[in-house]
């Protein structure tokens, strides 16, 4: 897969919103954008994923830059419970036999009251 | 919403022993996968499986590693003899389909379960 990058480390306050970014400038046209996050003492936990489009679901955002070489999840309203690390993963749609995920390092996000 | 279960929670034995780690995967889903994470570090991928073979395995998992698909319910990680190194948060994951095709190969964990190696 692709490699991406994300910042270590960002800090929020709660009720605003977070955007974490992540440049993927080697991304393929076969792969899409995954993200999960981990809470702490948790397993990972799928948020959302594209291909070209933004994305919407009940957790968050996914805008996607119009030359994919980058994306930003977007969280619209920060809560405690959001603090975690959040991880970019690309995956290539075409390839049924690379079906794990790889983790990088990812962002840990922390939420101030 | 369905869950990946996995058990025990928390594991402590002696180096040496053989340790049997059992995930129940989300029922329909036909791709089973362990990963581990050490104290501090990475998610790390250990092995994938599907259709009652594994579909690919990485370096970490080495001869001392195995898996099983025992019924049609568990899934299980086996470590024949363990070393100190092996002390690590394992996660079982499931999904529906393998690939990164759209919705259907997001992959859901277990909880995980901490493997100490005294």
């Known amino acids: 897969d692709a490699k991406t990058t994300q910042p270590n480390s960002m800090e929020s306050n709660e009720e605003e919103p977070v955007h974490l970014p992540c440049n993927h400038s080697?991304?393929?046209?076969?792969?899409?954008i995954h993200w999960y996050r981990q809470l702490p003492s948790q397993g990972p936990e799928y948020v959302i994923h594209g291909l070209t489009s933004n994305v919407n679901n009940r957790m968050a955002s996914l805008a996607i830059a119009e030359d994919r070489k980058s994306s930003t999840l977007i969280l619209h309203r920060a809560t405690l419970r959001d603090a975690a690390v959040y991880y970019c993963?690309?995956?290539?749609?075409?390839?049924?036999?690379?079906?794990?995920?790889?983790f990088g390092g990812g962002t840990r996000l922390m939420v101030k009251p | 919403e369905p869950e990946v279960t996995q058990t025990p929670s928390h594991q402590v034995t002696q180096m040496g022993q053989e340790v049997i780690l059992r995930c129940v995967p989300i029922s329909n889903h036909l791709y089973f996968y362990w990963y581990r994470q050490i104290l501090g570090q990475k998610v790390e991928f250990l092995v994938s499986f599907y259709n009652n073979e594994i579909s690919e395995k990485s370096e970490i998992f080495d001869d001392q590693f195995s898996v099983e698909r025992p019924d049609g319910s568990n899934f299980t990680l086996k470590i024949r003899s363990t070393k100190l190194e092996d002390s690590a948060m394992y996660f079982c994951?499931?999904?529906?389909?393998?690939?990164?095709?759209?919705?259907?190969?997001?992959?859901?964990f277990g909880a995980g379960s901490r493997l100490t190696v005294l």
């Open positions: 080697t991304i393929s046209g076969t792969d899409y």
């Open positions: 994951a499931s999904s529906l389909a393998g690939g990164g095709r759209s919705g259907a190969n997001v992959l859901t």
């Open positions: 993963i690309l995956r290539d749609r075409t390839n049924n036999a690379g079906n794990m995920l790889t």
